[in-house]
């Protein structure tokens, strides 16, 4: 029994230590456009405008299936940056984050473009 109990706790921590979300890579700058157009508007967010020096500037974060903007910390942004860099994508930059999730922020461990 108390094996049993250790493994539950030990498997609660990782599963929160670690959440995947999915949704629309935005910088924070443009994400009041999608919260008002939903996803519609979060789709069509284009890579370009992405990389503009004052959206680069305000950081980035993830528009959720759920209509909620989650902003990433500095680890988070410059993953983001990089992997839009890399990108060939000019829009629906749907994108899988693990990390922290903590109030509307994500600490990013990782970040992959879909």
Not at 54 to 65: A, E, I, L, R
Request: glycine share 10%; charged share 25%; proline share 1%.
């Amino acid at each position: 029994m108390r094996k049993l109990v250790l493994l539950a706790l030990f498997g609660a921590i990782g599963l929160a230590a670690g959440a995947q979300i999915e949704g629309v890579l935005m910088d924070q700058m443009c994400s009041a456009k999608a919260i008002k157009g939903g996803q519609k508007a979060a789709a069509m967010h284009s890579r370009d405008c992405a990389l503009m020096p004052d959206c680069v500037g305000s950081g980035y974060g993830v528009f959720t299936k759920d209509n909620r903007f989650l902003t990433f910390d500095a680890a988070g942004n410059q993953k983001a940056e990089s992997a839009l860099k890399a990108s060939k994508k000019k829009d629906n930059l749907r994108v899988q984050v693990t990390g922290d999730v903590k109030g509307d922020a994500i600490s990013v461990t990782d970040l992959k473009l879909l």
